[in-house]
């Protein structure tokens, strides 16, 4: 492993948004600033029931993952065109650019948007091609995650992975969002077997709010390879050593879990205790547009309030290199300009 350098604490915050990194947990539809919200309603002439932009964003105070919910399926409601979820896509990517991003693998709810009679075609070809966009002209490796709505069924899920079975090379993989308490990760077992055998790559939320048990049956029961959020570890050694042992990537998102009151504080949040326990955590923004922040903020506010260091700032990147779905001669490369960066960044006097 690299030996990190050492790097001033006061240019830290300087290094966290000059390195490269991959964001692995990001809900495109959670990506929709209220701005753009109200700039396609217009457009679509679809109603809203909020006067005005600041009206809208003083809405934004959550009490729980439920709270958010409600609100952020109903932004959704004014994606109706190809062009409106390009244009939500692209917005994000260039922003994602701007923080060094240089992976995203991206979630989308499609039963948000087929339940209103969107079509799977219109969403997947609007988001597919921001992701070719994005490699284009941003040099940003983008990928598309589908994400089944746990608080739905699982034969809604099923039907969901036919309609887009004909757009399969599309998406590298599947997810599993929304509600969680209620909803363990075993209603879904069977669709994830399929979605396996099809040879997808399988991810799920898991421990944001909900119990260790649903960590452990995401893994053993739908047998993913990545757990996102998966905070809620710390409450069980067995299952920390397991995640360790294994390796197994936990997508962290920490301006998320303060808004939705998972943790009271940002400086009680447990990301360091992950890392130094060992965990393949990284540090993802979840839903920006929401929770007051894209990556960078979410590494800068994170740091400052937790006190991490430049040893930790290398492993987080490092990790989501790791954890991503890309190929070996793609995260060789980000891993050599990570290196780039913080040997930039080593104090000479
Ligand atoms: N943080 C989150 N947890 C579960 N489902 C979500 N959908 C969008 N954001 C989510
Ligand atoms: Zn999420």
């Known amino acids: 492993m690299f030996k990190v350098p050492p790097v001033p604490a006061r240019r830290l915050p300087e290094l966290l948004r000059a390195m490269p990194k991959a964001e692995l947990h990001i809900h495109i539809e959670g990506s929709l600033e209220p701005e753009l919200i109200f700039a396609l309603a217009q457009r679509n002439g679809v109603a809203l029931p909020y006067a005005s932009v600041e009206a809208l964003r003083s809405a934004y105070a959550f009490t729980n993952l439920q709270s958010f919910l ?46 209103r009679g969107v079509s799977m075609q219109t969403v997947l070809q609007g988001l597919h091609r921001a992701c070719e966009d994005a490699r284009a002209q941003l040099g940003v490796s983008a990928v598309l995650i589908l994400c089944f709505l746990r608080h739905l069924s699982e034969e809604d899920a099923f039907a969901t992975l036919e309609q887009a079975l004909p757009y399969r090379d599309r998406i590298v993989g599947v997810g599993l969002d ?45 047998k993913v390879e990545r757990i996102d959020h998966g905070v809620q570890a710390v409450h069980d050694a067995a299952l920390m050593q397991r995640l360790a042992h294994d390796r197994i990537p936990l997508t962290v998102c920490p301006l998320s879990n303060q808004k939705l009151c998972v943790f009271p504080d940002l400086r009680q949040h447990n990301l360091g205790t992950l890392l130094d326990a060992g965990l393949a955590a990284t540090v993802n923004s979840d839903d920006p547009a929401y929770f007051g922040g894209y990556i960078n903020d ?29 190929s070996d001669a793609e995260k060789r490369d980000w891993e050599h300009r990570l290196k780039g960066v913080f040997e930039r960044f080593v104090e000479h006097d």
């Not at 922003?95 to 989308?108: G, L, N, P, T």
């Not at 452990?216 to 739908?222: G, I, P, Q």
């Not at 506010?301 to 990790?319: R, S």
């Open 298 to 326: 979410n590494f800068t506010q994170v740091f400052a309030a937790t006190g991490l260091t430049a040893k930790h700032a290398y492993q987080l990147a490092f990790n989501s290199f790791e954890a991503s779905f890309a």
């Open 70 to 115: 409600d609100i952020y399926y109903a932004g959704a409601s004014v994606l109706l065109h190809e062009q409106d979820f390009y244009d939500m896509a692209w917005a994000y990517l260039q922003r994602a650019a701007a923080d060094q991003v240089v992976r995203a693998e991206i979630f989308f709810d499609p039963q948000t948007h087929t339940s």
């Open 178 to 222: 929304s509600s969680e308490l209620g909803h363990p990760p075993e209603k879904f077992a069977r669709v994830f077997a399929r979605c396996r055998e099809l040879g997808l790559r399988l991810v799920a939320h898991a421990g944001e709010e909900g119990p260790p048990a649903y960590i452990w049956s995401a893994l053993d029961v739908l």
